[in-house]
T-cell receptor, first 115, second 111 residues
Framework: DADVTQTPRNRITKTGKRIMLECSQT?????MYWYRQDPGLGLRLIYY???????NKGEISDGYSVSRQAQAKFSLSLESAIPNQTALYFC??????????????FGPGTRLTVL | GEDVEQSLFLSVREGDSSVINCTYT??????LYWYKQEPGAGLQLLTY?????DMKQDQRLTVLLNKKDKHLSLRIADTQTGDSAIYFC???????????FGTGTKLQVIP
């Protein structure tokens, strides 16, 4: 079984709709991240969380919100989807900060299309 | 801002060597990473190098680090079709709270 799962894997929606992407992990990691991937731009960090009570904005948080419901669950919401939010979204986890060489473990991704 | 730069595309013939280059920004980074993204999948850590090393070899993979020029490279010897993927270099950021990824290099291996 996959350690980091994302649902849905694919989603097509319309402009203005509210969308939630979900991420669950069985690795027991405290740190969780949401990224979006766009061709030629690499991965950009949207939000990250170091525990249930610690949520931080990344470099492109506008238009997004998150919820850390439990250590194992981290959801990303698009309150009112717009076409330029069409992208591949990844959830990732890590055991500790990169000062200890912490590897990030990625889910399989959610492909979101906003029409 | 922090920009980790890579060329976007590389095409090689099966059996040749591939060299993927990266320029990073933070000269104080303790680690530098290479991640691999296969088609339809998330990223997986391929290898990493400590900043006090110039080179790291792991089977067909060789990582070279030039700290003076902030340049990192990944060499894949005897490139196979299964090596076709997007390769991302990455460095710690935000006081080691996060990781900044490069733009990714898509490696195409021609049979």
């Amino acid at each position: 079984d996959a350690d980091v799962t994302q649902t849905p894997r694919n989603r097509i929606t319309k402009t203005g709709k509210r969308i939630m992407l979900e991420c669950s992990q069985t690795k027991g990691h405290d740190r969780m991240y949401w990224y979006r991937q766009d061709p030629g731009l690499g991965l950009r960090l949207i939000y990250y969380s170091f525990d249930v009570k610690d949520i931080n904005k990344g470099e492109i948080s506008d238009g997004y919100s998150v919820s850390r419901q439990a250590q194992a669950k981290f959801s990303l919401s698009l309150e009112s989807a717009i076409p330029n939010q069409t992208a591949l979204y990844f959830c990732a986890t890590s055991e500790h900060g990169t000062s200890s060489g912490g590897e990030q473990f990625f889910g399989p991704g959610t492909r979101l299309t906003v029409l | 801002g922090e920009d980790v730069e890579q060329s976007l595309f590389l095409s090689v013939r099966e059996g040749d060597s591939s060299v993927i280059n990266c320029t990073y920004t933070d000269s104080s980074s303790t680690y530098l990473y290479w991640y691999k993204q296969e088609p339809g999948a998330g990223l997986q850590l391929l290898t990493y190098i400590f900043s006090n090393m110039d080179m790291k070899q792991d089977q067909r993979l060789t990582v070279l680090l030039n700290k003076k020029d902030k340049h990192l490279s990944l060499r894949i010897a005897d490139t196979q079709t299964g090596d076709s993927a997007i390769y991302f270099c990455a460095e710690p950021s935000g006081g080691y709270q996060k990781v900044t990824f490069g733009t990714g290099t898509k490696l195409q291996v021609i049979p």
